[in-house]
């Protein structure tokens, strides 16, 4: 089955940066979308970043466009997101997705298959 852990996480100050990995495995993964999530408690879970594994169009939430960089290394099977500026409401478990669908919209956290378990950002002011 196709695994996806993430990791990375951590506290930061507000202003710092952080990158989260995530680490794929189990196919291959030319074409298809890799995404970003994030969920903060009692909110729902909401879109960060994306890019095909081997297209290099990437996707950006408005909140988050020009301060997060969402790159791959596919030797290593990894995606990374690299977060600048970060500000406190950048608090949330974030959460790496693979998809199976070429063609799904790689917005749409329901057009992903495969999920990490989340890795815990907290900002602090």
């Known amino acids: 089955q196709v695994h996806v852990v993430e990791s990375g996480g951590g506290l930061v100050q507000a202003g710092g940066s952080l990158r989260l990995t995530c680490a794929a495995s189990?196919?291959?993964?030319?074409?298809?979308?890799m995404g970003w999530f994030r969920q903060a408690p009692g909110k729902e879970r909401e879109f960060v970043a994306a890019?095909?594994?081997?297209?290099?169009?990437?996707y950006y939430a408005d909140s988050v466009k020009g301060r997060f960089t969402i790159s791959r290394d596919i030797g290593k099977n990894t995606v990374f997101l690299q977060m600048s500026s970060l500000k406190v409401e950048d608090t949330a478990v974030y959460y790496c997705?693979?998809?199976?669908?070429?063609?799904?919209?790689?917005?749409?956290?329901?057009?992903?298959?495969?999920w990490g378990q989340g890795t815990q950002v907290t900002v602090s002011s």
């Open positions: 890019m095909r594994w081997s297209g290099g169009s990437t």
């Open positions: 189990g196919r291959t993964f030319s074409n298809y979308p």
């Open positions: 997705a693979a998809g199976s669908d070429r063609f799904a919209n790689p917005r749409i956290d329901t057009r992903y298959d495969y």
